[in-house]
């Protein structure tokens, strides 16, 4: 009887472990996407820059975003799903409100490990 009650509790521990593995790994490779963003438009500039980092903090998203030698801003992120598309969706909305000509987003898996937000000044 000793022997099947150590026996579940190793099976017990061994499921544990699994599962506890499995959730870290579905987590990571579901649920982490990446999106770039391109914005371009009049009198876009480091105001608009801040606002993009103060609506990423605020929604735990990791990336940068920068302005290009043509004066668009490319902004590159990466969070949990969710976040990141209420990110998107709020960065459009604001975007909508603004001189904004063209606003494009691409999506693909995660890319990089981002520590957080960044905003460069070329």
Do not use: P
Request: proline share 0%; net charge negative.
């Amino acid at each position: 009887m000793l022997n099947i009650l150590v026996y579940m509790t190793y099976l017990y521990i061994l499921l544990t472990i699994y599962i506890d593995n499995s959730t870290y790994y579905v987590y990571h490779i579901d649920m982490v996407k990446h999106m770039e963003s391109g914005i371009s438009g009049k009198g876009l500039g480091f105001h608009y820059l801040q606002q993009i980092k103060n609506l990423a903090v605020k929604f735990r998203i990791k990336g940068i975003v920068f302005t290009r030698s043509d004066g668009s801003i490319r902004v590159e992120a990466e969070g949990e799903e969710k976040n990141l598309m209420d990110f998107v969706n709020k960065l459009e909305l604001e975007s909508n409100s603004c001189d904004v000509e063209n606003f494009y987003t691409k999506w693909s898996e995660s890319k990089k490990d981002l520590e957080s937000f960044h905003v460069v000044i070329n």
